[in-house]
């Protein structure tokens, strides 16, 4: 499997930085704020044995950004650093079209 390794994507109205770390197996994703801009980071480094890892990865960061932006990502009460998602099957719709979208993108 070969995942085209974009250098930005737009997700709603914001554009994000990607950034491929082959020195991390994990990810993240970070909004711009007036500082920074918007980043998610995937992770390579086990790539060459995993390439699944990295496909996850990719996958969990695109949801959660879209999460964030259809407003049913929380942080979760009792800890700042968890998150919970709430949505119905009707935002679950948007987000899977959204996704497919996306990861169509990355498909060599």
């Not at 990607?18 to 500082?35: F, I, L, R």
């Not at 980043?39 to 950004?65: C, Q, W, Y």
């Amino acid at each position: 499997m070969k995942i085209k390794r974009l250098r930005k994507i737009v997700i709603g109205d914001t554009t994000f930085k990607m950034k491929w770390d082959a020195d991390d197996s994990g990810g993240h994703v970070k909004y711009p704020n007036e500082d920074e801009p918007g980043e998610i980071m995937v992770g390579t480094m086990i790539d060459a044995t995993n390439p699944e890892n990295t496909l996850s990865v990719l996958i969990h960061e695109l949801t959660e950004a879209i999460h964030i932006d259809q407003r049913t990502r929380y942080i979760r009460p009792d800890t700042l650093d968890s998150y919970e998602f709430h949505y119905t099957h009707r935002e679950h719709t948007v987000l899977c079209g959204r996704l497919a979208g996306l990861l169509n993108q990355f498909i060599v």
